[in-house]
């Protein structure tokens, strides 16, 4: 009998030790940015977010772990034909977040599969209205649109769509070729008006400095012919003014006869230089010759000590 009192004392601390173990395990610790479905009986019953949660044994379970951080899905290339027959593939990003966990975990069967199935048809509805070259120019414009439709279509579901992108766009490979030539041809064109451009400029700009140049020697040679005219005019003022004070100091001296016979008889000796082919001789040659005469005896005497010979030719004739 203590035999098997014994073991029914131990089985019965096993069970205590089994119960206390589940009740521990009915503790649910929710990490930040985390929730938890609970369902009670089987029914929606509320959704625990961070912190420290109890379940009631044997009645509520968990029924879905949901990640409330912003979620990447990177979806393969899908065959999208344009509004002009070609055939290209496309593959996008979608971020997205959840925002109700109940309508998460109960709105829709595989929500991403889901999401990855609209994502696919919305693409081909919008790139089916655009052609070639719009589909690879419109990228933000089919963003856009992919993300307000999506957002709309997947708000029962519980999901938010932040953001679309299209990874990739891949045409035909001969539509890649064209496109590439296309792009060359391009390309020169551009090179060739940047050259005809450049030339251009270079002529005009040659064109202004001759210009210039012109214009800067013809102010030049103006300044200089006015700087020639205004040195002679004022060459020929003071040869006037020298002239008027040589006349003004002959004045001063009251010149007599003979200091003019000497002047006539220099002019005379200069127009007699042999250059001249007409000498007209003055009627008062012989007293010129007379006035040499005695200018002669007067620079022969040593007791001039200087004095000018037309001063001692005004005296003699005063004399």
């Given at each position: 009998?203590?035999?098997?009192?014994?073991?029914?004392?131990?089985?019965?601390?096993?069970?205590?030790?089994?119960?206390?173990v589940?009740?521990?395990?009915?503790?649910?610790?929710?990490?930040?940015?985390?929730?938890?479905?609970?369902?009670?009986?089987?029914?929606?019953?509320?959704?625990?977010?961070?912190?420290?949660?109890?379940?009631?044994?044997?009645?509520?379970?968990?029924y879905?772990?949901?990640?409330?951080?912003?979620?990447?899905?990177?979806?393969?290339?899908?065959?999208?034909?344009?509004?002009?027959?070609?055939?290209?593939?496309i593959?996008?990003?979608?971020?997205?977040?959840?925002?109700d966990?109940?309508?998460?975990?109960?709105g829709?069967?595989?929500?991403?599969?889901?999401?990855?199935?609209?994502?696919?048809?919305?693409?081909?509805?919008?790139?089916?209205?655009?052609?070639?070259?719009?589909?690879?120019?419109?990228?933000?414009?089919?963003?856009?649109?992919?993300r307000?439709?999506?957002?709309?279509?997947?708000?029962?579901?519980?999901?938010k769509?932040?953001?679309?992108?299209?990874?990739?766009?891949?045409?035909?490979?001969?539509?890649?070729?064209?496109?590439?030539?296309?792009?060359?041809?391009?390309?020169?064109?551009?090179?060739?008006?940047?050259?005809a451009?450049?030339?251009?400029?270079?002529?005009?700009?040659?064109?202004?400095?001759?210009?210039?140049?012109?214009?800067?020697?013809?102010?030049?040679?103006?300044?200089?012919?006015?700087?020639?005219?205004?040195?002679?005019?004022?060459?020929?003022?003071?040869?006037?003014?020298a002239?008027?004070?040589?006349?003004?100091?002959?004045?001063?001296?009251?010149?007599?006869?003979?200091?003019?016979?000497?002047?006539?008889?220099?002019?005379?000796?200069?127009?007699?230089?042999?250059?001249?082919?007409k000498?007209?001789?003055?009627?008062?040659?012989?007293?010129?010759?007379?006035l040499?005469?005695?200018?002669?005896?007067l620079?022969?005497?040593?007791?001039?000590?200087?004095?000018?010979?037309?001063?001692?030719?005004?005296?003699?004739?005063?004399?």
């Open positions: 009998m203590r035999f098997v009192g014994g073991i029914g004392l131990i089985i019965f601390l096993l069970l205590i030790v089994l119960l206390l589940y009740l521990f395990t009915r503790i649910k610790i929710v990490q930040q940015a985390s929730c938890l479905v609970v369902q009670r009986l089987g029914n929606f019953n509320r959704v625990c977010y961070s912190g420290i949660h109890f379940l009631l044994p044997f009645i509520e379970s968990v879905a772990r949901l990640s409330l951080k912003e979620q990447v899905i990177d979806f393969p290339p899908q065959p999208v034909i344009t509004k002009d027959n070609v055939t290209i593939q593959d996008t990003v979608i971020f997205f977040q959840i925002t966990p109940k309508q998460y975990a109960y829709v069967n595989n929500p991403l599969l889901a999401l990855e199935n609209l994502t696919a048809t919305t693409l081909r509805n919008i790139i089916g209205d655009l052609e070639l070259d719009e589909s690879l120019t419109s990228r933000d414009t089919i963003n856009t649109r992919m307000i439709i999506l957002d709309e279509a997947s708000d029962p579901w519980g999901v769509v932040n953001r679309v992108e299209l990874k990739n766009i891949v045409p035909p490979i001969d539509i890649q070729q064209a496109m590439e030539k296309q792009m060359r041809a391009e390309r020169e064109k551009r090179e060739a008006i940047l050259l451009e450049g030339q251009k400029q270079a002529a005009i700009t040659k064109a202004e400095g001759d210009k210039e140049s012109i214009v800067l020697r013809a102010e030049a040679y103006k300044e200089q012919q006015i700087k020639h005219a205004q040195g002679d005019a004022e060459a020929i003022r003071l040869i006037n003014e002239t008027a004070q040589g006349l003004s100091y002959i004045k001063k001296v009251d010149v007599n006869q003979s200091v003019i016979n000497i002047k006539s008889l220099e002019t005379f000796q200069k127009v007699a230089d042999g250059k001249a082919t000498i007209i001789i003055p009627s008062d040659i012989q007293n010129m010759a007379g040499v005469t005695s200018l002669s005896e620079v022969k005497d040593d007791k001039i000590n200087g004095e000018d010979a037309k001063s001692i030719v005004a005296k003699e004739n005063n004399i």
